[in-house]
């Protein structure tokens, strides 16, 4: 018998690090809120093409991302399509941890993991609730959007003004905001630029050439430390290091690859280079760090550098031979600590406390 309820998070542990920090995040407030979860990685239950999808990810995006275009481009198109092929792949797999875990809830962060969820639930008659947690911050690809499921969290009102545009139910769309990890240290004081700035970059683009350029101009500047975080890209992680060890980069440049202790980077940096992934720049506003958007992963991120245009968050400069001129500009003027400042009184939530809340109110 059980003795807690108990909610069941799908999410993805390899296609890019928002989707598991942001179950991590909603597993947090879950388990305060006195829940026992469990997170699912759904790909593995696809079998051997699953763990190529997820595996392939990393590769696509950085060496062939015109493939991955094409394949987002047809997902976009043909959602109903793509959901259905998950559907079939893995429905077998996945009732039985069903079954197994009998959950109360059943929480997808993860957007291929939504219709094929919903159809699931119906067809073999489980009663379960189903919530999505959009993790997109500005456009969402139309994989995400699930009428059938019994509430769809997104993270700003934009988007929910889209999502009733699009015939949702106004009552099964809630603004939440984005989940962001506890561990993130908030401030109520705008940092201050002393001696150095000290700029964190992290996967500035899917470009591997982009990057070594980026890397380069940005340690031109003077009264700088710079941090290079390579995250999963193993290839991005190697070439700067020889680069380094070959004296092509500075010595004083701080270069790693994967780091679980994000939120003590964030806390120690005054400006964050990244491509627009919305984890990582909604942690960073929420630590009170300036963001340059450097890229984007092309079709899935397109509009996410609105986000922190339009608040005064920081700036978008994907062109490595601007970026010394920009950043010299905003760190010698007064953008920088404008962009410190607007951080602090707007104040990025929570949402994964938000979206506790809710499932304590509606999940006895």
Known sequence: MKNMKRVLILTSIKTGSGHKSSANAIEKKLRDAGYDCKQLDVFPLMGGIGRVMENSYILLTTRTPLVYYVCERFSEYFPDLVHMSMYLRIRKALLKQIREYEPDLIISVQCMFTKAISHMLRRYQLDIPFYVGVIDLVDPPSVWRDRNADMSFVPTDTIREKYLKKGFDENKVLTSGFPVRDDIVVRNKAKQIRNRVHILMVNPSTDLKKNIRFAKEVCRLDKVSVYFICGLDQRLYKTLTQLKADGKLPEEMKIYDF??????????????????????????????????????????????????????????????????????????????????????????????????????????
């Open 259 to 364: 780091v679980d202790n994000m939120n003590e980077f964030l806390a120690n940096s005054h400006i964050i280079m990244t491509k627009a992934g919305p984890n990582v720049i909604t942690e960073a506003v929420r630590s009170d760090t300036a963001v340059v958007i450097t890229g984007h992963i092309k079709g899935q991120e397109n509009h996410n550098y609105e986000f922190i245009v339009n608040n005064g968050y920081g700036f978008k400069c994907e062109d490595p031979d601007k970026i010394y001129e920009k950043l010299y500009e905003f760190i010698n003027g007064d953008g920088l600590q404008t962009c410190l400042e607007n951080s602090i009184e707007h104040r990025v939530d929570n949402g994964a406390e938000f979206i506790a809340d809710y499932v304590k109110k509606h999940i006895i």
